[in-house]
């Protein structure tokens, strides 16, 4: 079974330009989720999607964050002006989603981006 | 808010020792309690898990205790191997998002 793909692994940007990520799940999960891991620290969530809808976004930086999950299947996360502190690795999981199948979740390699 | 506190921030274990990494948590909400390795560069990966109806799990050399009393739980490490150099993370949750810890740096030496 193929795991939680992500893409691109790395990224250098300059403060203030834009970036975006790419997040495909494992065939069959409906809950994606994708984390900021800082250095040093455990992952933190972003949001939460359930198939194409968002079940929680309140840790997402709005005014410069946005997601989407089209067709509830890959997922996009872009960041846009970066600033400095948006430096981390983002991860992405997935979990099969309802009842306590989602609780298992399975991160992917992560991208991790450096903001100068 | 950190919502799961993680100790130590470090271990270093002789091969073939017990290491021990304990978690505590605030939130009775949670029921479902997961341990992630991580190695440099990559994702974290599930290790075990542990829900609260139960005070222990053990898969291989690994074995979950769980307090739920005293809402702590730990992760035992026997016979470490130098393989087992990796991050740590516990982490809790009530079906939703993971709570993680802050990560535990583990370093066997051969």
């Known amino acids: 079974e193929a795991g939680v793909a992500q893409s691109p692994r790395y990224k250098i940007i300059e403060k203030r330009q834009s970036v975006a990520f790419w997040c495909n799940p494992i065939?069959?999960?409906?809950?994606l989720y994708w984390y900021q891991q800082i250095l040093g620290q455990g992952p933190k969530l972003l949001i939460q999607?359930?198939?194409?809808?968002?079940?929680?976004d309140s840790q997402l930086p709005k005014d410069r964050f946005s997601a989407e999950r089209l067709k509830g299947v890959d997922s996009t996360l872009k960041i846009q002006p970066a600033k400095l502190e948006d430096s981390a690795v983002y991860l992405c999981?997935?979990?099969?989603?309802?009842?306590?199948?989602?609780?298992?979740?399975?991160f992917g390699p992560g991208t991790r981006l450096t903001v100068t | 808010q950190q919502q799961v506190k993680q100790s130590p921030q470090s271990l270093i274990v002789q091969k073939g020792g017990i290491s021990i990494i304990n978690c505590a948590y605030e939130?009775?909400?949670?029921?479902?309690f997961p341990w992630y390795q991580q190695f440099p560069g990559k994702g974290p990966a599930l290790l075990i898990a542990?829900?609260?109806?139960?005070s222990e799990k053990k898969e291989g050399r690994f074995t979950i205790s769980f307090n739920k009393s005293a809402k702590q739980f730990s992760l035992h490490i026997m016979d470490s191997q130098p393989g087992d150099s990796a991050t740590y993370f516990c982490?809790?949750?009530?079906?939703?998002?993971?709570?993680f810890g802050k990560g535990t740096s583990l370093l066997v030496t051969p």
């Open positions: 999981a997935s979990s099969l989603g309802g009842g306590r199948g989602a609780y298992e979740q399975y």
């Open positions: 065939s069959g999960h409906a809950t």
């Open positions: 999607f359930q198939n194409n809808g968002v079940v929680d």
């Open positions: 939130n009775t909400a949670f029921d479902y």
């Open positions: 542990i829900r609260p109806d139960v």
């Open positions: 982490a809790a949750s009530n079906g939703y998002a993971l709570n």
